[in-house]
């Protein structure tokens, strides 16, 4: 049974520009009709006066309710949160689902405020309380990071297309094609016969520094780039557009280079200020005290999670991150192809995929990072397929988050033996 049974509830259909409220008394009747409330600071002070005034006849606080709508709920969430009004967001998946509920195919923004309303009024939802500006900023500024990310690699994708197409065996002569050397060198010969053209001490000159390697090295990757350029001269597609679409791509990764790595500093910079909060700080120490856990993953996933204290069990978080198995049952059909929901944070979901991969990935006196993570993986394997097995070493690696952030403890490299152990010790005092 919903706890706002006998409360006065708003409920808020939020758009870019305006939305519309539905109030709820306390015993379910409508107070008025739907009314729109423009977000400018003159309707937005009359709307809370209305609220107040409200709360002043039937003698109770409002609680005021609204879709999360990626960025336009954020306004007018904090500017009510400013002026001390309870004020919750819910998750479009669940008030999508409840909307369908009436025979009559009636769907406007009115509509839309009267059903969040009702919908928490009688029924038992999960709604947030996320009114951290400081974890929004951080929130915008990593998933900002990631599209640059993600950009740069879209561009790479596009130099690779054109250096098979007009130089076929650049790749054989570097692996990364986007490398300090083979960025300087298409910088300044992006086609087979400018390397042809080019004097040998100057393409060797320009390969030892960039490489800042010795000049055997430097001579070794000259003859194999020439070998290449000879190779390409017969095979490769020559058009007027490849010079100028190289140099294109390479302008464009370098910019975002640059751009990421602003970026990042601005996160660092964020992170140490006055501006983010004392907690927040302390738990991103904690979560960095995790084997595996790097720093932009860290801060990803503390920004994603934001208010850690809407969370009572690691279950809640595991959902939260969509790690969750999407189980298919139905009578006595069982579906034996369970894939994760995928229904939660997908930057959080990235992070953490990124921390399973550090986990078992072994250093190079051949040890794994996480033995006990790698054991489990291997283990795990050896029946399943290895996404399936990652999938298992990202569920435990938010078990490790929760106990870490619920505990405020760091991190402890255990075995499950000893895990085991220390939890029956810890029952045994507290009976």
């Not at 038992?124 to 929130?139: G, I, M, Q, Y």
């Not at 679409?245 to 500093?265: D, G, P, S, V």
């Not at 990072?369 to 070493?393: E, H, M, R, T």
Request: proline share 4%; glycine share 4%.
């Amino acid at each position: 049974m919903s706890k706002f049974l006998n409360s006065l509830v708003v409920g808020l259909d939020v758009a870019a520009d305006f939305s519309f409220a539905a109030i709820l008394t306390p015993d379910g009747s409508l107070y008025r009709k739907p009314f729109k409330v423009n977000h400018d600071a003159d309707s937005l002070r009359k709307f809370a006066a209305e609220i107040q005034k409200v709360e002043k006849l039937f003698s109770t606080k409002a609680f005021l309710f609204m879709e999360s709508t990626g960025i336009y709920h954020l306004p007018l969430f904090h500017f009510l949160k400013d002026i001390k009004f309870e004020v919750f967001v819910l998750n479009p998946l669940i008030t999508h689902s409840n909307r369908n509920n009436d025979i009559r195919k009636v769907k406007n923004d009115k509509k839309d405020a009267i059903a969040i309303a009702k919908l928490v009024k009688y029924q038992d939802v999960k709604f947030s309380t996320n009114a951290e500006p400081a974890l929004f900023t951080l929130r915008s500024l990593c998933r900002q990071y990631y599209s640059f990310v993600d950009s740069r690699i879209a561009y790479k994708i596009k130099l690779s297309n054109e250096l098979h197409i007009s130089f076929p065996g650049y790749h054989t002569v570097f692996a990364d094609i986007t490398g300090n050397t083979s960025m300087a060198i298409l910088n300044s010969y992006p086609s087979p016969k400018s390397i042809l053209d080019a004097p040998k001490e100057t393409l060797i000159s320009l390969i030892q520094e960039s490489s800042k390697k010795g000049v055997a090295w430097a001579t070794a990757k000259y003859s194999k780039l020439i070998d290449a350029a000879t190779n390409a001269l017969s095979l490769g597609l020559k058009h007027l557009a490849s010079e100028t679409l190289i140099k294109c791509h390479l302008n464009l990764i370098k910019e975002f280079n640059t751009q990421i790595a602003a970026l990042l500093m601005e996160i660092e910079s964020f992170v140490l200020s006055g501006e983010f909060p004392l907690q927040a700080k302390k738990n991103l120490k904690l979560l960095l005290s995790i084997t595996g856990v790097g720093f932009i993953s860290a801060v990803t996933i503390l920004s994603e999670i934001g208010n850690f204290d809407e969370f009572s069990k690691p279950k809640q978080l595991v959902a939260f991150f969509g790690v969750d198995p999407a189980v298919n049952e139905s009578g006595k059909f069982k579906g034996d192809k369970v894939k994760m929901s995928k229904r939660g944070t997908r930057y959080g979901r990235r992070a953490l995929y990124a921390v399973a991969l550090a986990c078992i990935r072994k250093k190079r006196n051949g040890m794994p990072n996480n033995p006990v993570l790698f054991q489990c993986y291997q283990k795990k394997s050896d029946s399943k397929k290895k996404k399936v097995a990652i999938g298992a070493i990202m569920h435990k690696i938010l078990n490790y988050i929760f106990a870490v952030l619920r505990n405020q403890t760091p991190y402890e490299l255990r075995s499950p033996e000893a895990h085991v152990s220390t939890h029956f010790e810890i029952q045994s005092i507290a009976t």
